[in-house]
């Protein structure tokens, strides 16, 4: 009889204490590792989904300013101030992020990471990190420049070769190249002090047209890039609408709202009390279509009314810019 008494009597106690634990505010910590348009689209709607939600959140917002060595300290510091969820943006955030809570006490809810297997962020040794990847289809970026250019002859692919999630998607889209013959030049850069050399380098070989997917370093440098490449007439393709909000020249790519959106309810699900290793990573579950009409009068390009069935207008000629509306 007294054991069944203990045994309610602590049944109580533990349900009292989950429940209290339940009624804490939940700590996460957003880090990016530096600032530009498309990881702070990221990063705010992920916020105001997570303030929307009802659920009591703590949200504290890390930025490493483009010191990517300074992510392993700044995410040491946040474990050891304490945190319930991590959720880091771009793949060398979330790559450091699985090295310092490489133990699994913390769940970690990744954010825009182009290829998480080739990242290493997928695995038996993975169980505690998901998220969300802002993966482009190969052909789908092929099929970007032959809306417009249905007589290109030649692909200029422009990446930093520091950033694995860039790297990704220009092998996919020349792989793709490779096996429907089409031609293509490539050029990576160490640094943005490279990029205007590397773009006049892609233009001498005589591109037709110029691709850079989601590569976070080019995306914060997008006026260099534009203004050399306009000069001489070449559009501009990017991965993300952000970019083209920047002065890039058409996308099919990444909804980063969308894409915030995602991760944020994976958050509210971690907070419920699932699991991470019940949630595998998501992609994408549609993608953005759009055109900067304002770049098109810049290199001499008329957008037929055709094309403007398919994507919607982010830049308008007359430069209006319709970026988060």
Do not use: W
């Not at 490779?178 to 293509?184: E, K």
């Not at 069935?309 to 430069?319: C, F, I, P, Q």
């Amino acid at each position: 009889m007294y054991q069944r008494i203990i045994a309610i009597v602590l049944a109580i106690a533990l349900l009292l204490t989950s429940a209290a634990a339940l009624a804490d505010p939940i700590r996460v910590a957003i880090v990016q590792p530096l600032t530009h348009t498309s990881l702070n689209q990221i990063r705010d709607t992920i916020v105001s989904r997570l303030e929307a939600s009802g659920v009591d959140f703590t949200i504290s917002l890390y930025n490493a300013e483009g010191d990517s060595a300074s992510l392993p300290t700044i995410l040491a510091n946040i474990r050891n101030e304490g945190v319930d969820i991590l959720v880091p943006i771009a793949t060398n955030t979330a790559q450091s992020a699985k090295t310092v809570f490489e133990d699994g006490d913390i769940p970690v809810v990744f954010a825009a990471v182009s290829d998480p297997v080739a990242a290493g962020l997928t695995g038996d040794d993975s169980f505690f990190i998901t998220g969300v990847s802002n993966n482009i289809p190969a052909g789908e970026i092929v099929k970007l420049i032959s809306d417009f250019q249905p007589e290109y002859k030649k692909i200029g692919f422009l990446y930093t070769s520091s950033e694995t999630n860039s790297v990704s998607t220009i092998n996919a889209a020349k792989a793709y190249c490779d096996a429907n013959g089409i031609v293509y030049e490539e050029v990576s850069i160490a640094n943005l002090s490279e990029l205007q050399t590397a773009v006049e380098t892609l233009i001498s070989r005589g591109v037709d047209a110029l691709y850079t997917g989601n590569d976070n370093s080019i995306a914060s440098a997008m006026s260099t890039y534009t203004d050399v490449a306009y000069e001489y007439g070449i559009p501009v393709y990017c991965g993300a609408d952000s970019m083209v909000a920047d002065g890039g020249f058409a996308t099919i790519g990444v909804d980063y709202v969308q894409l915030g959106g995602q991760v944020a309810d994976i958050v509210i699900r971690l907070a419920s009390g699932e699991k991470p290793e019940n949630i595998p990573y998501e992609t994408l579950s549609d993608y953005a279509r759009f055109v900067n009409l304002q770049a098109a009068g810049r290199i001499g390009m008329e957008v037929t009314p055709e094309i403007l069935e398919k994507y919607n207008v982010l830049v308008e000629a007359d430069g209006t810019n319709h970026f988060g509306e």
